[in-house]
């Protein structure tokens, strides 16, 4: 059974970092896609950056302060946050899709989830 467990998550000032840590069991992260996603209180879900096929995929929000990478060896992604924003603040999950093929980065597209970490940036 494919299990997801975030961590990572925390409190933060407005200007610093944080990385957030997938550790994934029962899956294969070359064949299938990764990605991160958050919800802050009152709004929808919605994709922050991911792992397809290799590539690296960002939310227009988070490009040049936010990196995903991920550890073959120890079956984990990562989302560095720098330079992180009040705006930034949410609960933010990982989430796998079987295979790689499409390149869709909708919520409802990914087939597991994690519970979610929050992370809470103060200005």
């Known amino acids: 059974q494919v299990q997801l467990v975030e961590s990572g998550g925390g409190l933060v000032q407005a200007g610093g970092s944080l990385r957030l840590s997938c550790a994934a069991s029962?899956?294969?992260?070359?064949?299938?896609?990764m990605g991160w996603f958050h919800q802050a209180p009152g709004k929808e879900r919605e994709f922050v950056a991911g792992?397809?096929?290799?590539?690296?995929n960002y939310a227009d929000s988070v490009k040049g302060r936010f990196t995903v990478s991920r550890d073959m060896a120890k079956n984990t992604v990562y989302l560095q946050m720098n330079s992180l924003k009040p705006e930034d603040t949410a609960v933010y999950y990982c989430?796998?899709?079987?295979?790689?093929?499409?390149?869709?980065?909708?919520?409802?597209?990914?087939?597991?989830w994690g519970k979610g970490t929050l992370v809470t940036v103060s200005s």
């Open positions: 989430a796998a899709r079987l295979g790689y093929y499409s390149d869709s980065w909708e919520p409802s597209g990914m087939n597991y």
């Open positions: 029962a899956l294969t992260f070359s064949s299938n896609t």
């Open positions: 792992i397809r096929g290799g590539s690296a």
